[in-house]
């Protein structure tokens, strides 16, 4: 690629260099040092709240009232990443001592390590413009476990990203610590973004957003000469099961609950309900009556960007064509108006268009005839961060079946409550199968999150100076 024609790309080989050389300092790194960063990084932020939420504000039009509620999320992710990192957590060592003779029995002096993987670069999400933007989650967590950051900033919020940026390195700064821990990549083309992650200066990359996006990006990073980790959040529509036995006791309050789900912050979150999977039953019938006239009057906000609207517009029309319609709107306000669809299990097993995501207010009803038809519709899913499983609190063959449908295509089951919302804590599991995520097997939220950005290494009859 010629750097010549596109300035930006000249800035993402500066921005890369630097944090190449802050990264053997910050991988030694004691913990005290990257604890005090991670608690700074989170009281600045809390200092800046007023101004920072106005420009948060103007951009997304999310309001006030959320805003500061995930001003208040990414502070707590800050400092419990500092607590990670004092418990030892990123230094932690396993050691299996000497033991004299030949093998099996006999061995060597083995520790297993962990070490930092390098520079991350961090593409940043349109519709969390803290908890997953430039100091979010994946940033955090990355500091934590002794890696600098190169953060991509998303379009749909370039003045936040700048101003929490500037923010950030005046803390660098004060703190004494190299500028290159915590770089910015602002505007960019898409043949940025693929020249960033495939910069040999970059040792992994955390990706948020969509799932076209996502997967281009995932295929840049393989096509590398040394292809390097790619922890890709790609989207998911969340199958919520609705059984028989939880609407008969409270049908109309779990409509209310559903319908505020399905429109929380516009329908855009990578946890919305999308899709809602009914057992033919009277019961049913009624919770799909009381669900549209729940979510009738629910009026939403503006998207994030334009072309997240027009994407939603596109997605719903197509699930439209394909579907019959439970409730769509005469007119849309400040933000599109919530859209239901209803179709059967073997049309929804059977045609894909029925299983686009609906990044907006809007979802996909599901009617089965038998608890294995269910189980089908999940498995042709695919994959999904979420499912949800209302009703299954008794033992039986039935929801063990469920429970197990579930558990392979998700990677948190619910039993009450709905997905939008995701914990903060040690048990916390948010990634599941391709297309939801790239990398099943990790956490892009909770303090797990930070295992993505450490390597194990053994070391063999090691010196004392190296296990320091």
């Not at 919020?157 to 390195?169: G, K, Q, T």
């Not at 915590?182 to 083309?189: G, I, K, P, R, W």
Request: negative net charge.
């Amino acid at each position: 690629m010629n750097i010549q024609h596109d300035p930006s790309l000249a800035l993402i080989d500066q921005v890369v260099a630097k944090a190449v050389a802050a990264a053997d300092f910050w991988a030694e790194s004691p913990a005290a040092v990257r604890a005090a960063l991670l608690n700074g990084l989170a009281t600045a932020l809390e200092d800046r709240q007023a101004e920072l939420v106005a420009i948060a504000d103007r951009e997304s039009g999310l309001g006030e009232g959320r805003l500061k509620g995930e001003v208040a999320r990414t502070a707590f992710q800050l400092r419990g990443f500092a607590s990670e990192v004092e418990a030892g957590v990123p230094y932690r060592q396993v050691v299996s001592d000497a033991v004299a003779g030949a093998p099996p029995a006999g061995r060597p002096a083995l520790v297993r390590v962990q070490r930092a993987l390098g520079p991350v670069a961090m593409f940043s999400a349109s519709n969390f413009p803290f908890a997953f933007s430039v100091l979010g989650g994946d940033t955090s967590s990355a500091l934590a476990a002794g890696c600098p950051v190169v953060v991509k900033a998303h379009s749909g919020h370039p003045e936040l990203s700048r101003a929490v940026y500037e923010l950030a390195a005046g803390v660098v700064r004060q703190q004494g610590l190299p500028e290159g821990l915590l770089t910015l990549v602002e505007a960019t083309s898409r043949a940025g973004g693929t020249y960033l992650v495939q910069h040999p200066g970059i040792a992994a990359v955390a990706f948020t957003g969509s799932y076209q996006g996502g997967k281009a990006l995932w295929q840049a990073a393989n096509e590398r000469p040394r292809p390097v980790p790619f922890f890709g959040e790609l989207g998911s529509i969340n199958p919520l099961v609705a059984l028989p036995a939880a609407l008969e006791k409270d049908s109309e309050g779990l409509a209310k609950t559903l319908a505020a789900s399905i429109t929380l912050g516009c329908g855009q979150f990578c946890t919305s309900p999308g899709l809602i999977v009914l057992l033919d039953s009277p019961h049913s019938e009624r919770f799909v009556a009381q669900l549209a006239e729940a979510i009738a009057p629910i009026a939403t906000h503006r998207m994030l960007t334009a072309g997240m609207r027009q994407g939603f517009d596109a997605a719903a029309a197509t699930v439209a064509a394909n579907a019959d319609a439970v409730f769509t709107p005469a007119a849309d306000g400040a933000g599109p108006a919530p859209r239901l669809f209803s179709t059967d299990a073997a049309a929804f097993i059977a045609n894909a268009h029925l299983r686009e995501e609906m990044f907006g207010p809007a979802a996909l009803l599901v009617r089965a005839a038998s608890v294995a038809e269910v189980v089908a519709v999940l498995e042709a899913v695919g994959g999904s961060l979420t499912t949800t499983l209302w009703g299954a609190e008794q033992a039986s063959d039935d929801n063990r079946q469920l429970v197990r449908a579930a558990e392979r295509i998700s990677g948190r089951v619910l039993f009450g409550g709905v997905p939008t919302g995701v914990a903060v804590c040690h048990a916390q599991q948010h990634g599941g199968p391709w297309p939801s995520s790239t990398t099943p097997q990790t956490t892009s939220v909770g303090y797990a999150a930070l295992e993505r950005f450490l390597r194990p290494v053994a070391l063999q009859d090691a010196p004392a100076w190296t296990l320091g």
